[in-house]
């Protein structure tokens, strides 16, 4: 079975745009998540296939906050 193609444009864990800047001209500087931090627990949340392949969304990473940061 051939491996299945990510898109680095949808957030891998609510596959929604990812709104990637970084993906799209690779400056990180510019892209929202540049300031951001991104608890390993909430990348240990990445299926395993899409680890590294597409960046987790701004309402995914504010939703983890809301939940396990409060």
């Known amino acids: 079975m051939p491996k299945q193609k990510i898109d680095p444009f949808i957030c ?3 596959g929604k745009p990812n709104h990637c800047i970084l993906q799209k001209n690779g ?3 510019d892209c929202w ?3 951001e931090t991104f ?3 909430l990348l240990d949340l990445v299926p ?3 680890k590294g392949q597409a ?3 701004r309402d995914c990473l504010k939703k983890y906050r ?3 940061d409060a």
């Open 12 to 14: 891998p864990l609510c």
């Open 33 to 35: 998540c540049a300031t």
């Open 48 to 50: 395993e296939e899409k």
């Open 55 to 57: 960046c987790i969304c």
């Open 27 to 29: 400056v990180q500087e």
């Open 66 to 68: 809301q939940t396990y």
């Open 39 to 41: 608890s390993a627990e």
